[in-house]
Each structure stands twice: as structure tokens, then as C-alpha cells.
């Protein structure tokens, strides 16, 4: 019996492995091909699988893409909401803003494939995946929206600002540097400084 439990942890194992290799492959091929361009053979071709094996992961094409978009936003949610539990309960709003700055960029860009695969495809992805994938934007966008209003609220942010526009703005700018970071030109230490200082100075009350 307890020969038996083993083997059938180490093939749980191995199955997280292979689902996960399957995962990053479609990651890569999204970025480059796109969603109408997206093929489970080539997924399988990176993932080193034969392309009919994947079906005992994943129903169908669209089951891997979905996870794939969705992927992105939840591991950013979490590392922002991480970083902000981290903080003590009577930071300066300010501060929480961009402690929220620095987690969505290290998850981004050092996870880039999968955020960029949601951001570059979200068009083009078919209504009931996109459905889905406006789930975990809304969520991520809701807490975005507490962590403004409650620096309004504490006279943290320039009055003179659309608080709406605003956020929108930084959100738009953070998912969009998967698409122009180049670590070899920058660290990603330099980039999250940088981007804290211009956020700091763009939404601090004069």
C-alpha cells in the first residue's frame, strides 16, 4: 500500500510538471502567433509533446488559452495583494500605491510571457474567454480603485487630478512594460524606482 501512494505522488508530480510545460509553451507561442494563429501543435512542438497528449490535460485549444490569460492576472493580483498586506496598517495611502507599483512590475516583467500573452490577445480572444478573463480584471481594477480613493480620501493625492483617469494611466503604463523592458538596458530595480518616482510626483497632493 504505501509502494502504491508513492508512485502515485510522483506521477501527480510529474502531471503538475507536464501542465505547467504546457502552460509556459502556450505562453510563448500566444506572443507569437497570436490567438488565430495559436495551434495545439505548435504548443505541443515547444512543450516537447506529441500535440493529442495535451488533451489529457487540457479538453480543447481554448481550455489552454484561457488558463494562459488568466494566468497573468492572477499571479499579479496576488503579488499585489501580498505586498500591500505586507505594510504596516498605518502606511501613508501614497506609500500603498506604490508598493502596488513595484509587485505588478516584478510579476510582469519577470513573468512577462504570460502577462503579455493576455494583454496582446485580449482583442482577439472569443467572447466566452474574454468573459472569463474580465472577471479577474474587474477584481484587480476594484482593489486599484480602493487603494485611489483611499488616497484621496487621506488628502494623499493632487485634488487637480481625475482620480479615475489617473489610475487607468498608471494601470495602463505598468501592463505595457512587458513590451519595451529590456533588462540588459536596465534592471528591473532601476525600472520599479523609476516608475515609483513618477508615480509619486505625478499623484502626490502639491
Same mark, same amino acid.
Given at each position: 500500500m504505501a509502494r502504491r501512494q508513492v508512485v502515485t505522488a510522483d506521477a501527480s508530480s510529474k502531471s503538475a510538471r507536464?501542465?505547467?510545460?504546457i502552460l509556459d509553451a502556450a505562453a510563448e507561442v500566444l506572443n507569437r502567433k497570436g490567438y488565430a494563429g495559436t495551434r495545439l501543435s505548435d504548443i505541443a512542438d515547444v512543450a516537447g509533446l506529441q500535440a493529442p497528449a495535451i488533451y489529457y490535460y487540457f479538453p480543447s485549444r481554448d481550455d489552454v488559452i484561457q488558463e494562459v490569460v488568466q494566468v497573468g492576472l492572477r499571479r499579479t493580483l496576488a503579488e499585489v495583494q501580498a505586498a500591500l498586506a505586507a505594510l504596516p496598517a498605518d502606511a501613508p495611502? /501614497?506609500?500603498r500605491i506604490l508598493a502596488a507599483v513595484a509587485a505588478h512590475l516584478r510579476v510582469v516583467l519577470e513573468d512577462s510571457r504570460?502577462?503579455?500573452?493576455?494583454i496582446r490577445n485580449a482583442q482577439q480572444l472569443p467572447a466566452a474567454i474574454r468573459e472569463?478573463? /474580465?472577471?479577474?480584471?474587474?477584481?484587480?481594477?476594484?482593489?486599484?480603485?480602493?487603494?485611489?480613493?483611499?488616497?484621496?480620501?487621506?488628502g494623499e493625492i493632487d485634488p487637480d487630478l481625475d482620480p479615475?483617469?489617473?489610475?487607468? /494611466?498608471?494601470?495602463?503604463? /505598468?501592463?505595457?512594460?512587458p513590451e519595451w523592458w529590456d533588462p540588459a538596458r536596465g534592471t528591473l530595480a532601476e525600472t520599479v524606482a523609476t516608475a515609483q518616482r513618477?508615480?509619486?510626483?505625478?499623484?502626490?497632493a502639491r
Open positions: 507536464t501542465r505547467e510545460r495611502r /501614497l506609500d504570460f502577462a503579455s500573452a493576455a472569463v478573463q /474580465l472577471l479577474d480584471e474587474r477584481r484587480y481594477g476594484a482593489l486599484w480603485r480602493g487603494l485611489v480613493d483611499d488616497a484621496v480620501a487621506a479615475r483617469a489617473a489610475r487607468m /494611466l498608471v494601470i495602463g503604463a /505598468l501592463n505595457w512594460a513618477l508615480v509619486r510626483r505625478g499623484l502626490a
